[in-house]
């Protein structure tokens, strides 16, 4: 049974640094083909991709925040953080980590958590 | 970088047939993916590489993946299929990334 947990904030200050960790369980991110991912939602708005680690540490980044985020894992830990600098309220979403499995030259998302609300507000 | 175009919102009668569209420059040649997020709730896996189905998803949902469009299938609508959908594609052209789309609203009428 796979499953994921975002642990973090719920409120963040702006040009503070966000910390989120997923801790998962029913996989590993040792085993070729697994990835996870980080996604966002504004309330109201559409999913947004920000980050994809995979099983042999490569990471990948959205083109318009790759220099604000960092996706690492902890294998031994079944944990995977993405840390998000500057913050700022526009960046106040529901942030999803999701198990991504690689296909022939794609990824999809096939087990997410429940999402945690992070308010960006002084 | 590569864009995904869905309708914002696409009604349909219990029982009838919903399509929600999904369009971007030759997506024919890639493999898409799509969600259903009821209100409140994560995303959910529906549909992956154009038309395969995960387990515990009614054969109901399908799709379909040609040319500038994909579009994913909802037969016998229900009241309970009402979600937001999006399609979604790795985009390996420039930069690697994810795309999204913008989502379709689903109202069952």
């Known amino acids: 049974q796979v499953t994921l947990r975002e642990s973090g904030p719920a409120l963040v200050k702006p040009t503070q640094t966000l910390t989120l960790t997923c801790t998962f369980s029913g996989f590993s991110l040792s085993t070729s083909g697994m990835c996870v991912s980080w996604i966002r939602q504004p309330p109201g708005k559409a999913l947004e991709w920000l980050a994809l680690?995979?099983?042999?540490?490569?990471?990948y980044y959205s083109t318009s925040l790759k220099t604000r985020l960092t996706i690492s894992k902890d294998t031994s830990k079944n944990q995977v953080v993405l840390t998000m600098t500057n913050m700022d309220p526009v960046d106040t979403a529901t942030y999803y980590c999701a198990r991504t499995s690689y296909g022939d030259y794609t990824y999809y998302f096939d087990y997410w958590g429940q999402g945690t609300l992070v308010t960006v507000s002084s | 970088s590569y864009v995904l175009t869905q309708p914002p919102s696409v009604s349909v009668a219990p029982g009838q047939t919903a399509r929600i569209t999904c369009g971007g420059n030759n997506i024919g040649s890639k493999s898409v993916h799509w969600y259903q997020q009821k209100p409140g709730q994560a995303p959910v896996l529906v549909v992956y590489?154009?038309?395969d189905r995960p387990s515990g998803i009614p054969e109901r949902f399908s799709g379909s993946n040609s040319g500038n469009t994909a579009t994913l299938t909802i037969s016998r609508v229900e009241a309970g299929d009402e979600a937001d959908y999006y399609c979604q594609v790795w985009d390996s052209s420039s930069d690697h990334h994810v795309v999204f789309g913008g989502g379709t609203k689903l109202t069952v009428l």
């Open positions: 680690i995979d099983w042999d540490d490569d990471k």
């Open positions: 590489d154009d038309s």
